[in-house]
């Protein structure tokens, strides 16, 4: 398969929980760009991938860095050309307060991350995806619940965007889905509910193989 026609799926948010585990499923189906800022564990990721006989670009990036993200999706296009997967599991998870002990530099790295980036990620990876490619968001419902200011407020937000870029595309491509993960055995759901018995939830990497079985049926 030449360089212009190997599949890519860009996983932004890749180097732990449901994302480290979709860039592991979808390899060596795809080859998998995958982003985030821990570098240690994009680079266990990149060990996984290459296990299974797959392959993988690592971007130790910020996804608030929108120069960084032109250039990644400048450079993606100049190698592929195109991309047919997005999922998006980037996340910032202020810890749990009252609305008004809310704290400034806690919500600004909320708004920043959970909603300012979606400004540049879409208008930047949507012509990668052209007609057919898919975008992934993944909802996480908290919107109006108690102590769930930061978090809640943000991620409504990122999901109203979502949503109407997928009404907008809907007959046009590309074809964006919105999924709702099964609560998870991962350090966000840990800093929210930290006595919470763990053994109860799901496996992220349970649920990204349930997740992207349910995006192929």
Same mark, same amino acid.
């Given at each position: 398969?030449t360089?212009?026609n190997?599949?890519?799926a860009?996983?932004?948010g890749a180097?732990r929980?449901?994302?480290?585990y979709?860039a592991?499923a979808l390899a060596p189906?795809?080859?998998i760009v995958?982003?985030a800022?821990t570098?240690?564990?994009?680079?266990?990721?990149?060990d996984?991938?290459?296990?299974?006989?797959?392959e993988?670009?690592l971007?130790p990036?910020?996804i $608030?860095?929108r120069d960084a993200m032109?250039? *990644?999706? &400048? !450079?993606i296009y100049?190698r592929w050309? #195109?991309?047919a997967?997005?999922a998006?599991?980037?996340?910032h998870?202020a810890?749990?307060?009252?609305a008004p002990?809310?704290?400034?530099?806690?919500w600004?790295?909320s708004?920043?991350i959970?909603?300012?980036?979606m400004?540049h990620?879409?208008?930047?990876?949507?012509?990668l995806l052209?007609?057919?490619?898919?975008?992934?968001?993944?909802?996480?419902?908290?919107g109006?619940e108690a102590?769930y200011?930061h978090?809640? $407020?943000?991620?409504?937000a990122?999901?109203? *965007?979502? &949503? !109407?870029?997928?009404?907008?595309?809907a #007959?046009?491509?590309?074809?964006?889905?919105?999924?709702?993960?099964?609560?998870?055995?991962?350090?966000?759901?840990?800093r929210?509910h930290?006595g919470e018995e763990?053994?109860a939830?799901?496996?992220p990497k349970?649920e990204?193989?349930?997740?992207?079985?349910k995006l192929?049926s």
């Amino acid at each position: 398969m030449t360089e212009q026609n190997t599949k890519i799926a860009l996983i932004t948010g890749a180097s732990r929980g449901l994302g480290f585990y979709l860039a592991e499923a979808l390899a060596p189906e795809y080859h998998i760009v995958a982003l985030a800022r821990t570098t240690g564990g994009l680079e266990e990721l990149d060990d996984m991938i290459k296990a299974k006989g797959g392959e993988a670009t690592l971007a130790p990036m910020d996804i $608030t860095n929108r120069d960084a993200m032109a250039h *990644l999706c &400048r !450079s993606i296009y100049d190698r592929w050309g #195109k991309v047919a997967l997005w999922a998006h599991t980037a996340i910032h998870a202020a810890p749990l307060t009252p609305a008004p002990h809310m704290d400034q530099k806690d919500w600004q790295k909320s708004l920043s991350i959970n909603v300012d980036a979606m400004g540049h990620l879409i208008p930047f990876v949507a012509p990668l995806l052209g007609d057919d490619g898919t975008a992934l968001f993944f909802d996480d419902p908290h919107g109006g619940e108690a102590f769930y200011g930061h978090y809640g $407020t943000t991620k409504t937000a990122q999901m109203a *965007l979502a &949503r !109407s870029w997928a009404t907008e595309s809907a #007959k046009t491509g590309p074809n964006v889905q919105i999924l709702e993960p099964k609560p998870m055995r991962t350090a966000l759901r840990a800093r929210f509910h930290p006595g919470e018995e763990r053994n109860a939830l799901a496996g992220p990497k349970d649920e990204a193989a349930r997740l992207l079985t349910k995006l192929r049926s």
